[in-house]
T-cell receptor, first 113, second 115 residues
């Protein structure tokens, strides 16, 4: 089954404790991205990657890192999480960047206390 | 920069009512337009799309027409069901500028359909 898999689905952590949210897709897509969803703000792009070893900032990249060492994986790293990073996070992939369908993971609800 | 504005929710309707969710956009050039739907506890999934002016996207009884003259892409359904309860996002992919190729979303409209 074609899918985007994120882990974990739920995470509660403390301020400053490094964490990684994993994202994996099995569709051989070149383009992957991370979004955060907040009430009243919709989805905002954090980082995106057009292919292996090619990443770039989205609209809200501060406090986040990403890497793309393999085509299928695109982890999101929070080196020192803060409470304002409490949010619902989505990973997405699509065949290429542009007007093609994006496939989303089920989301990771992160709470930083 | 490119942006999408959609009507604020929540929207509450009775089953079999007519649905319209308004969406307007600002973009340079000729963006592609999308509606995504998010069911409770799930990720977003594509509902329909249109890639050029006057195109009509349709799926599952939902329709939206790309109107360049009014920069709009309103979502409509003639008769909603309880199972349509979800959050609906209008989005665009621009073809110019820094957002070129990236999805830009509206804030979402929550729809609740009562039996």
């Amino acid at each position: 089954e074609a899918q985007v898999t994120q882990n974990p689905r739920y995470l509660i952590t403390v301020t400053g404790k490094k964490l990684t949210v994993t994202c994996s897709q099995n569709m051989n897509h070149e383009y992957m991205s991370w979004y955060r969803q907040d009430p009243g703000l919709g989805l905002r792009q954090i980082y995106y990657s057009m292919n292996v070893e090619v990443t770039d900032k989205g609209d809200v990249p501060e406090g986040y890192k990403v890497s793309r060492k393999e085509k299928r994986n695109f982890p999101l790293i929070l080196e020192s999480p803060s409470p304002n990073q409490t949010s619902l996070y989505f990973c997405a992939s699509s065949p290429i960047r542009g007007n093609t369908e994006a496939f989303f993971g089920q989301g990771t609800r992160l709470t930083v206390v | 920069g490119d942006s999408v504005t959609q009507m604020e929710g929540p929207v509450t309707l009775s089953e079999e009512a007519f649905l319209t969710i308004n969406c307007t956009y600002t973009a340079t050039g000729y963006p592609s337009l999308f509606w995504y739907v998010q069911y409770p506890g799930e990720g977003l999934q594509l509902l329909l799309k249109a890639t050029k002016a006057d195109d009509k996207g349709s799926n599952k009884g939902f329709e939206a027409t790309y109107r360049k003259e009014t920069t709009s892409f309103h979502l409509e359904k003639g008769s909603v069901q309880v199972s349509d309860s979800a959050v609906y996002f209008c989005a665009l992919v621009g073809d110019y500028g820094g957002s070129q190729g990236n999805l830009i979303f509206g804030k979402g409209t929550k729809l609740s359909v009562k039996p």
